[in-house]
């Protein structure tokens, strides 16, 4: 299945928020639906994509993380969770001694070989080339993340069917290979990417039809949008988190290493502030050192993860978010 058949793509976002509901209904309406699969076990992964298909949804996208090259070091390890101990202290939260250990790529990946969606993107990085092997071998087309000319250059060179431009604008984790890589702004990223011989997906603090209808005309294949539908009823967005979007102003996101280790955008609390942890382990151990404080504070302590367009979201169900956005988007183009 071609991503000529899609303008819009549903982003992944992995933490629960791509629900079944969401996925389904968003695939119904005319989008291509995404699951962020990041956290997820290999069963789990699997039986999200039975749920999928089972409630109708026939193409969708799996979505992982490429693992990083190192974790923490002992030392990084153990200032890292020494910076922390102020910012449990102040949630109220006990800082615990174990922390959960984050699933295996290679468990992970094997359940979406097993599942064969239609799709299987990737972030933070480049896919080996056995493992693009096997997935052209069970006929899954392949997405790759670029923040950088340099890295979709790449990505193209590897033979991907198309490549998400992730500009600065967009919410949650930076894809860059580069953990602390800098951003661009997705114009500027359309513009010295165009003449590349894949499929250019932009991504970014796209909001409404008018936006997707500006990056087409830019020369992007498809639009893909995530802050959109963290309203959406059928979301997992945390209470907190939709009373936080609901209070959103313009210019009100930041951008964040202290959550996981990797630049993450999202809606300014303690995280972007002088209550953020002094010392950060690399990514994934910082992402695991965080992760009761996260689960267990309220909204200064979560991980409010949006674009800069937060403040332009609507609370619709996702199946008129879809038929509103392509109206939209055909109005404008």
């Not at 909001?207 to 294949?221: E, I, T």
Request: aromatic share 6%; net charge negative.
């Amino acid at each position: 299945m071609p991503f000529q058949d899609f303008t819009l793509i549903q982003a992944p976002m992995a933490g629960g928020i791509n629900t079944t509901e969401l996925t389904v209904g968003a695939a119904r309406a005319g989008a291509l639906a995404s699951i962020g699969a990041g956290y997820l076990s290999g069963q789990a992964i699997e039986d999200a994509a039975r749920a999928a298909r089972d409630g109708g949804a026939d193409a969708f996208a799996l979505n992982l993380f490429i693992p990083a090259e190192r974790g923490a070091s002992d030392q990084e390890w153990r200032r890292a969770r020494e910076a922390l101990a102020p910012c449990y202290q102040s949630a109220g939260v006990a800082l615990p001694d174990d922390f959960a250990e984050l699933p295996a790529f290679e468990e992970q990946f094997e359940a979406v070989l097993a599942a064969r969606p239609a799709f299987f993107s990737f972030t933070f990085g480049r896919l080996p080339k056995p493992l693009m092997e096997a997935c052209r071998a069970r006929g899954i087309a392949l997405m790759g993340t670029a923040t950088t000319r340099e890295e979709a250059r790449a990505l193209a060179d590897d033979g991907v069917d198309g490549i998400v431009l992730q500009g600065e604008e967009a919410g949650g984790h930076r894809g860059s290979a580069d953990p602390r890589g800098p951003g661009r702004p997705l114009a500027d990223l359309l513009d010295e990417c165009a003449g590349l011989p894949v499929p250019l997906i932009a991504a970014g603090g796209l909001m409404d039809g008018a936006d997707m209808a500006r990056v087409l005309a830019a020369g992007a294949a498809a639009a893909q949008l995530g802050t959109a539908f963290l309203n959406c009823p059928e979301a997992g967005t945390a209470p907190a988190w939709r009373e936080a979007l609901a209070r959103a102003e313009p210019e009100q996101t930041a951008v964040t290493a202290a959550v996981s280790g990797r630049f993450a955008r999202g809606l300014a609390n303690a995280w972007m502030d002088e209550r953020a942890p002094s010392a950060v382990a690399p990514y994934p151990d910082q992402h695991r050192l965080t992760a009761p404080l996260r689960k267990a504070a309220g909204a200064e302590w979560k991980s409010l993860w949006a674009g800069t367009g937060a403040h332009r979201s609507r609370a619709l169900p996702v199946e008129e978010l879809v038929a509103t956005l392509l109206k939209e988007c055909r109005a404008d183009g």
